[in-house]
């Protein structure tokens, strides 16, 4: 079941557009852990899936993830060890640093990255039928030049 987020927001708050892309967020979060786990991905959750978006297809090392992700080294560490007991990821022996570690997604790792991506145009595609196809375009364009500014 996808979470409901409280509609009832308090009127001397200001109803803004951090508030609306937060929600917007929040619910597609969920809606995309649900289906994920729908899809027989019984180990999925948000956290976790905040640490697999940090790691590309084809692997990284461990301290240039820790680097990356804005929690702690313990929190990633627990992530990674509860990804690697289930079969998610792996953890290799780093060539170049004797004691860093590369982490690498297993074969169950890339069915589970090749079903989100199914799930997220599936979930694309439900938005584009409630919105229309020009309002959905509009949307688009619109989060990409948000996000624009930000990549600069």
Known sequence: ????????????LPDHVGWRLW????????EFAEAMR??????FSESRAGLLGHIPRRGIRQ?????????SKQAIQQLLDGLETEGVIARLPDPEDKRG????????????????????????RGYRDRLGQ?????????????AARQAR
Do not use: C
């Open 1 to 12: 079941m996808v979470k409901q987020l409280d509609e009832n927001i308090d009127p001397a």
């Open 134 to 146: 020009g309002p959905f375009e509009a949307l688009m364009a619109a989060l990409r030049g948000l």
């Open 23 to 30: 929600q917007a967020s929040r619910s597609w979060q969920a």
């Open 63 to 71: 301290a240039t993830l820790i680097e990356r992700v804005d929690i």
């Open 101 to 124: 570690k590369l982490v690498h997604y297993t074969q169950r790792g890339l069915a589970a990255l090749g079903d989100g991506d199914r799930i997220k145009l599936e979930i694309e």
């Open 38 to 43: 729908a899809a027989g991905h019984g180990w």
